[in-house]
């Protein structure tokens, strides 16, 4: 079956990196486009980058344009997002998503178990 799972998050000063992972199994991992979806307690879904199969093609919201970089290996099946300059507004739950449509995060098929990014000084 299909497996998400995120690592990587922590709690960083604003201004401060990290850098996500997200291993995938249970499925063809370099057919698949990939997006890193992000939500706030109490918020709904966020949508925040997607990445083509081959990792040719990214795409960014708005607010995260700039500062987050997605990658992957398909040879280690692992998607990546490196943040940088975060903000105290990028303070989520972020996940790796797989099956959605566009830019709408509420149609993602699966989605991993998360890993929280907390950005305070």
């Known amino acids: 079956q299909v497996q998400l799972v995120e690592s990587g998050g922590g709690l960083v000063q604003p201004g401060g990196s990290l850098r996500l992972s997200c291993a995938a199994s249970?499925?063809?991992?370099?057919?698949?486009?990939m997006t890193w979806v992000r939500q706030v307690p109490g918020k709904g879904l966020e949508w925040v980058s997607r990445?083509?199969?081959?990792?040719?093609?990214?795409y960014y919201a708005d607010s995260v344009k700039g500062r987050f970089t997605a990658s992957r290996d398909n040879v280690q099946n692992t998607l990546y997002l490196q943040m940088n300059s975060l903000e105290p507004g990028d303070t989520a739950g972020y996940y790796c998503?797989?099956?959605?449509?566009?830019?709408?995060?509420?149609?993602?098929?699966?989605r991993g178990q998360g890993t929280q990014v907390t950005v305070s000084s």
């Open positions: 990445i083509s199969s081959n990792g040719g093609s990214t």
């Open positions: 998503a797989k099956s959605c449509e566009g830019t709408n995060p509420a149609t993602c098929g699966y």
């Open positions: 249970g499925f063809p991992f370099s057919r698949y486009p």
